[in-house]
């Protein structure tokens, strides 16, 4: 369970990154193209679109980290009241014989 808990942190952390990213990315080339053709139509053609965008993003860099942090906890929360599986149990029984003797 340890290693599902790991693979969804670091899914939440690279959607985080990647939605950054985008978002910076998307944002510098709408101010690139504003000073570059010094054009206020641009403005109102595009702000729906960025806005859109940028609201998808904000919505995939928060709310997939929030989701993957919350089954992480829920994953750790179960895998600490559950009893350990076959191979814990061989284990115990190596121990025991090995203090028995």
Same mark, same amino acid.
């Given at each position: 369970?340890?290693? $599902? %808990? !790991?693979?969804?942190? !670091?899914?939440? %952390?690279? @959607?985080?990154?990647? !939605?950054?990213? %985008?978002?910076?990315?998307? +944002?510098?080339? @709408?101010?690139? /193209?504003?000073?570059?053709?010094?054009?206020? !139509?641009?403005? +109102?053609?595009?702000?729906?679109?960025?806005?859109?965008?940028?609201?998808?993003?904000? /919505?995939? /860099? $928060?709310?997939? *980290?929030?989701?993957?942090?919350?089954? =992480?906890?829920?994953? &750790?929360?179960? @895998?600490?009241?559950? *009893? *350990? /599986? *076959?191979?814990?149990?061989? &284990? =115990?029984?190596?121990?025991?014989? =090995? +203090?028995?003797?």
């Amino acid at each position: 369970m340890e290693t $599902i %808990a !790991s693979t969804l942190g !670091s899914l939440g %952390a690279t @959607a985080f990154r990647w !939605s950054v990213i %985008a978002f910076i990315l998307i +944002n510098g080339l @709408a101010v690139v /193209g504003l000073l570059v053709t010094r054009d206020r !139509s641009l403005v +109102n053609r595009w702000t729906a679109k960025l806005l859109a965008a940028d609201l998808f993003l904000l /919505g995939t /860099g $928060i709310g997939i *980290p929030v989701v993957t942090g919350a089954a =992480r906890m829920v994953i &750790e929360a179960v @895998a600490g009241v559950t *009893p *350990p /599986g *076959p191979t814990g149990q061989v &284990e =115990r029984r190596v121990e025991a014989r =090995r +203090n028995d003797r």
